[in-house]
């Protein structure tokens, strides 16, 4: 992965934080949602988080983005869940309607218990 997105493990969950604090610029949008698509495709991580904690602001675009995100994810089995994620943007994701779309924990921790 790029400096955009840093990737751990969490016991069989690899977490992905995204690492721009603003997602806002269209290159950068971009960058993370091709390397997402990428990461829930390659089959070597069943179970992925999309850690949000240190995104401060980010634009529809990259939520548009997520949608290619999930897709992939359940095209290639892939569990896919968003934690971390500012009560500002959690504002903007209830108005688009997509916390209907995603699973969504508060934290990361929580995220990783839902998953087992």
Request: glycine fraction near 6%; charged fraction near 25%; charge should be negative.
């Amino acid at each position: 992965m790029s400096k955009r997105i840093e990737l751990s493990l969490e016991g069989n969950v690899t977490v992905a934080t995204l690492k721009d604090c603003r997602l806002t610029d269209e290159l950068i949008i971009h960058e993370s949602i091709n390397e997402l698509v990428e990461l829930v495709a390659s089959r070597e991580h069943p179970q992925v988080i999309i850690d949000f904690t240190e995104v401060e602001f980010l634009s529809t675009a990259f939520l548009g983005g997520l949608i290619s995100v999930k897709k992939s994810a359940a095209t290639h089995d892939t569990m896919l869940k968003l934690a971390g994620i500012s009560a500002c943007i959690m504002e903007a994701i209830y108005i688009v309607g997509f916390d209907r779309n995603f699973d969504i924990e508060p934290t990361v921790a929580g995220a990783v218990k839902a998953f087992k």
